[in-house]
T-cell receptor
């Protein structure tokens, strides 16, 4: 089945620095990937939809300049948290729609998640 | 109104019990339905898709009621390893909508 890999799984950084998280589809091409944020014991919150070759679509309330998304290829999307602050500490997860190579199979496959801690 | 509504629980049940979760969705144009399982500090993983005719996978049974716009998940003979959060996910077009998740703890 489709596999999505996310890296790094954990990152600790100082306040004011930028952190890049990568999301790769390993055995399929993903024209669309999704980025989520999850707080402890809360549901996934969609941050943005990443579209290959075009600008990401951000959800209301998500700062585009704060969370930079780049989807430069069919297998890679990146999320950069710029000028990170402690309140950005969270669990960030990416996902992509599964495909059998010919068509969208419908379900979502998730990366392993990245736990960001900003000191 | 939320796209997907789900009782957050928690559900605490003894081993061997049968437990059922429900989830309602607001948009009748929703196309696909899924149950995902999420363990603590892990990513969600697909448990099963939900088909109109209902489907079963071992101890798990999923059902869809389009008229009433709800989906359900039934877990029979609960195991300790079933303890997790169960997410209801609804797809419409290019978008996926998540329930808040239902927390299940199976007690020895």
């Amino acid at each position: 089945g489709a596999v999505v890999s996310q890296h790094p799984s954990r990152v600790i950084c100082k306040s004011g620095t930028s952190v890049k998280i990568e999301c790769r589809s390993l055995d399929f091409q993903a024209t669309t990937m999704f980025w989520y944020r999850q707080f402890p014991k809360k549901s996934l919150m969609l941050m943005a939809t990443s579209n290959e070759g075009s600008k990401a679509t951000y959800e209301q309330g998500v700062e585009k300049d704060k969370f930079l998304i780049n989807h430069a290829s069919l297998t890679l999307s990146t999320l950069t948290v710029t000028s990170a602050h402690p309140e950005d500490s969270s669990f960030y997860i990416c996902s992509a729609r599964g495909t059998d190579g010919r068509q969208d199979t419908g379900e979502l496959f998730f990366g392993e998640g990245s736990r960001l801690t900003v000191l | 109104r939320k796209e997907v509504e789900q009782d957050p629980g928690p559900f605490n049940v003894p081993e061997g019990a049968t437990v059922a979760f429900n989830c309602t969705y607001s948009n009748s144009a929703s196309q696909s339905f899924f149950w995902y399982r999420q363990d603590c500090r892990k990513e969600p993983k697909l448990l099963m898709s939900v088909y109109s005719s209902g489907n079963e996978d071992g101890r798990f049974t999923a059902q869809l009621n389009r008229a009433s716009q709800y989906i359900s998940l039934l877990i029979r003979d609960s195991k300790l390893s079933d303890s997790a959060t169960y997410l209801c996910v609804v797809r419409r077009g290019n978008q996926f909508y998540f329930g808040t998740g239902t927390s299940l703890t199976v007690i020895p």
